[in-house]
Each structure stands twice: as structure tokens, then as C-alpha cells.
């Protein structure tokens, strides 16, 4: 089955700096690859997902990089804020709405004012 | 967008007894729902996919017996703890697929905190 690895596990920044987190799947038939982010006991949300037919998306002060040949993708956040402080999941899933969805084992991101 | 629910948010119960959670999805159908586990400070572990009409998949060490899984329409899934212990105390969450032009996006509740005393 599918594997997610991601790191760093924990990551502190200066507010204002940028923030990267970065992901590695070994099934190369996994085609969607959502980030989702989790307050401290409340669901995770999406933040922004890619598909495996584009290479950068971007929203606003996030962005997320996929790289199918190395199989890892990556989620950028810029100019980061205190509220940004929160665990961050990366995720990848094969295609078909039956399938499960494998999470990493997520970054806890600390923005210090 | 997409609307997951899930009841109770926070349940205590006695050992021994059992606990339902609901996840429903308020504005569109899903006929396949994922419930998971999430321990303290750690990543979200799928549980099963529960199937509408069907009987749930469970992962691998997951027992069907005492985390039983029922997913009667295209709206709601419900995990029932059966005699519960206090190891079984947990964060679980739901997700629902949209399905259609949502792509491969899943959305979740907002989680059940149990609590076995």
C-alpha cells in the first residue's frame, strides 16, 4: 500500500519567514495530494491540494510543489503568522472515491511573533 | 462547501459499555466514509472505510468486533465502541467523499472525544 513520510516533524519561524515542509509517497499511482491543517483538538482542514497533472499550485501566502519523477511534494508557506501555528498533514490517495487516503505523520509548525 | 458532521463531540462512558458515534454529511452524499484514531500528537490512523450498503473494510489490527461500523444510507456512518476500556479512549474523527466534481477531496467532522472511566 501507499506510504507518506514527511518532515521535519517540528519546525519553528521567525513571523514573517518562510515555513517548508516536505513529503515523500512510494505509490506513483497516487494522483491527488491534499495538506490539510489541525488546531490542537479540532478537525483537520484542507488548506490546498494538487493533483498529479500539475506540477505548482498556489494560494495567497501557500503554495505546494509535486515532483512525480522523485515522488515528493512540498507545501510552502510564506510571510507566516502567528495563527499559522498548527500541525500540518500531507496526504496522498490513488484514484477512486473508495480509496483510502494515507496521511503523514505531520509537522508541527510554531510561527514566534 | 462540502459539510461533515459528527455527534457526540465529547462522550464519557463506563468500562464495559458501549458508545455510538455519528458522522453525517448535511449537504451531499457519500457513499464511502473513512473513520480514524488520533492519539495525542499524533497522525490520524484509518480505522475502516465504511461502505454504504456494504460491510466496512478495516485496516490490518483493527478488530470489527468491538469497533463495529454500520453505513445504512448515503448520509451517515456510525462507529460503535463495544464494551469499552480505557485504552479505548481517543480522538476519532470522520471523513466523507463527495464524490463527482469534488475530485479526490475528503472532508472531515469534527471529531468525538471519548473518555472511558
Known amino acids: 500500500g501507499e506510504n507518506v513520510e514527511q518532515h521535519p516533524s517540528t519546525l519553528s519561524v521567525q513571523e514573517g519567514d518562510s515555513a517548508v515542509i516536505k513529503c515523500t509517497y512510494s505509490d506513483s499511482a497516487s494522483n491527488y495530494f491534499p495538506w490539510y491543517k489541525q488546531e490542537l483538538g479540532k478537525r483537520p482542514q484542507l488548506i490546498i491540494d494538487?493533483?498529479?497533472?500539475?506540477g505548482e499550485k498556489k494560494d495567497q501566502r501557500i503554495a505546494v510543489t509535486l515532483n512525480k519523477t522523485a515522488k515528493h511534494f512540498s507545501l510552502h508557506i510564506t510571510e507566516t503568522q502567528p495563527e499559522d501555528s498548527a500541525v500540518y498533514f500531507c496526504?496522498?490517495?490513488?484514484?477512486?472515491?473508495?480509496?483510502?487516503?494515507?496521511f503523514g505523520t505531520g509537522t508541527k509548525l510554531q510561527v514566534i511573533p | 462547501g462540502a459539510v461533515v458532521s459528527q455527534h457526540p463531540s465529547r462522550v464519557i462512558c463506563k468500562s464495559g459499555t458501549s458508545v455510538k458515534i455519528e458522522c453525517r454529511s448535511l449537504?451531499?452524499?457519500?457513499?464511502?466514509m473513512f473513520w480514524y484514531r488520533q492519539f495525542p500528537k499524533q497522525s490520524l490512523m484509518l480505522m475502516a472505510t465504511s461502505n454504504e450498503g456494504s460491510k466496512a473494510t478495516y485496516e490490518q489490527g483493527v478488530e470489527k468486533d468491538k469497533f463495529l461500523i454500520n453505513h445504512a444510507s448515503l448520509t451517515l456512518s456510525t462507529l460503535t465502541v463495544t464494551s469499552a476500556h480505557p485504552e479505548d479512549s481517543s480522538f476519532y474523527i470522520c471523513?466523507?467523499?463527495?464524490?463527482?466534481?469534488?475530485?479526490?477531496?475528503?472532508?472531515f467532522g469534527e471529531g468525538s472525544w471519548l473518555t472511558v472511566v
Open positions: 471523513s466523507a467523499d463527495p464524490g463527482g466534481l469534488s475530485g479526490n477531496t475528503i472532508y
Open positions: 449537504d451531499f452524499q457519500a457513499t464511502t
Open positions: 496526504a496522498a490517495r490513488l484514484p477512486g472515491g473508495y480509496q483510502k487516503v494515507t
Open positions: 494538487i493533483r498529479s497533472n500539475v
